[in-house]
């Protein structure tokens, strides 16, 4: 998403590169919570988990429905919370994973 | 509230089914979803595509499913870029000798089901999967035709193609209990109020159970957590899924559009456990065979980690079509993790039975609730993705 070419596109979620507009249009074609709009649009969904567009959608969108910022429920936390490397998971002693 | 046909689940089996009828003429139709579209397995899922199983009723059905993808990715009604299927195979490593015996005789099979399915060797392999290493693979089984979609691309493109046909989708609507007499359903009760049809549709996921014990149906599912992670995006590496056989748990890896790898396994889990009952230790035990086959892995970062259940019947095929207690309600559930490449197919069959009073495929008339009354289960060994 966020693909179309535009003069001037604000970008809200610099992850994903989505806009304003991405999220203005997303909102009329009827997606209208944090969670489908984040399934739709790949907000939020980037290395950095949504920590500056998620506060950004949320403000959109109570304006957009006429409500309070804290009267949009927020999107699940999943862990963990920054991204790990997974070697970390990794056991040195695995066999063919060992000196790679 | 009134309707010709009421679909209880907007994931992609409600939408498929919804879509369906509205190409076969039928008008009035209303899907209710308890939260958002795809909230249930459906956008927790890994997206593979195949038809290589091993039952006839899951090659043959599955086989139709696959051609319907292709079908319906082509830029007509459902958009630019359709359902969004990206046929780039699924690939099974063996790394013992039996495995490659048993491949060998699924090939048989699936050949004559027509479903182009062949052996390969770790050479071929490492072509179809770069940076893969094949050291320890004695060979693999290809499935050209498989593939995957980008869940949240497919699930829109049914929406909405569906809303453009006049379907009406009621989100964050649960449906607490449907009503019936005299061998009909009459409504479903919401709590936003009655829902009454001529047609009842129950494409629920795990909650179809419920909804069917309401008018006294035992469906037999069984709720099993599975889990996945998903890894930054980096720029496209392979497009096969691949799977383990060998590993036990069956992992798997397959890259979405994005550039994201998702990786799976299947852990010891009990049947019901909350979605939000965390377990990391899926996390190294997903990575170990997979970071074997693919050593660069131990540099990625995994960004998210999720649960979603398998809705799981008996014997691991879906459970279709009609009950013999009420003349209005159809079944769309029980996918066993195969529901989402079913849904074209699901949408089609249950479309049949509604209009026709039959499938057009054989073989799904025996995937009704009947078999599992009567105990007559159907085998599968390749339950994963
Ligand atoms: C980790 C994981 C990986 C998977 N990988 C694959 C794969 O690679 N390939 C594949 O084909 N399949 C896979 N699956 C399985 C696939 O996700 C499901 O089979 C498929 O999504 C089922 O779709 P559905 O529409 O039938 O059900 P769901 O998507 O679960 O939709 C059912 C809907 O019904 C709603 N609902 C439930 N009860 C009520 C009620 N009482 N009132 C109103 N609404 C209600 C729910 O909110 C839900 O939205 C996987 C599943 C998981 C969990
Ligand atoms: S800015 Fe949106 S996820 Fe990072």
Partial sequence: ?????????????????????????????????????????????????????IPLLVRILARKLGKKPNEIPLPTVRPPIVPIPLKLFLKSKEPGVEGE | MRADVLIIGAGISGLSIAYTLTKRGVKDIVVVDAEYVGSGSTSRCATGIRASFTS?????????????????????????YGLAFDQGGYVWTASKDESVELFRRLVTLQNSLGVPTRIVDPDKLKGLVPTMKVDEAKAALYDPTAGKSYVFDTLNAYLMACRRKGVKIMEFTSVRKLVASGG??????????????????????????????????????????RHVMITEAFKPVF???????????????????????????????????????????????????????????????????????????????????????????????????????????????????????????????????????????????????
């Fill in chain 2, 184 to 225: 009909r359903v009459k409504a479903a009760v919401t709590e936003r109020g009655e829902i009454e049809a001529d047609t009842f549709i129950v494409a629920a996921g795990g909650g179809s159970k419920e909804l069917m014990e309401s008018i006294g149906i035992e469906v037999p599912l069984k709720n099993l957590p």
């Fill in chain 2, 239 to 385: 497009s096969p899924l691949v799977i383990d056989w060998d590993a036990g748990g069956a992992p798997f890896i397959v890259q979405t559009k994005e550039g994201n790898f998702i990786i799976g396994r299947e852990i010891a889990e009990e049947p019901e456990k909350s979605l939000k009952s965390v377990r990391i230790d899926f996390i190294p035990t997903a990575i170990a065979p997979i970071a074997k086959w693919f050593p660069w892995l131990k540099y990625v970062r995994v960004m998210r980690y999720w649960m979603g259940y398998y809705v799981t019947s008996p014997d691991h095929h879906p459970i279709y079509g009609p009950v013999e207690e009420y003349e209005n309600v159809y079944l769309a559930c029980g996918y066993s993790g195969h529901g989402y490449m079913l849904a074209p197919v699901t949408g089609k069959l249950i479309a049949e039975w509604v209009l026709d009073g039959r499938p057009s495929i054989p073989q799904a008339e025996r995937l009704t609730l009947r078999r599992i009354r009567e105990g007559k289960l159907i085998e599968e060994l390749a339950i994963v993705g």
């Fill in chain 1, 1 to 53: 998403m966020g693909g179309e070419v535009r003069k001037h596109p604000t970008i809200i979620c610099r992850c994903n590169d989505v806009t304003i507009e991405d999220v203005e249009r997303a909102i009329e074609e009827g997606y209208q919570d944090i969670e489908s709009l984040r399934k739709r649009l790949r907000i939020g969904m980037g290395p950095c988990q949504g920590r500056t567009c």
């Fill in chain 2, 56 to 80: 006839e009723e899951h090659v043959v059905l599955m086989k139709h499913s696959v051609e319907l993808w292709r079908e319906l990715s082509k830029p007509e009604e459902l958009g630019r």
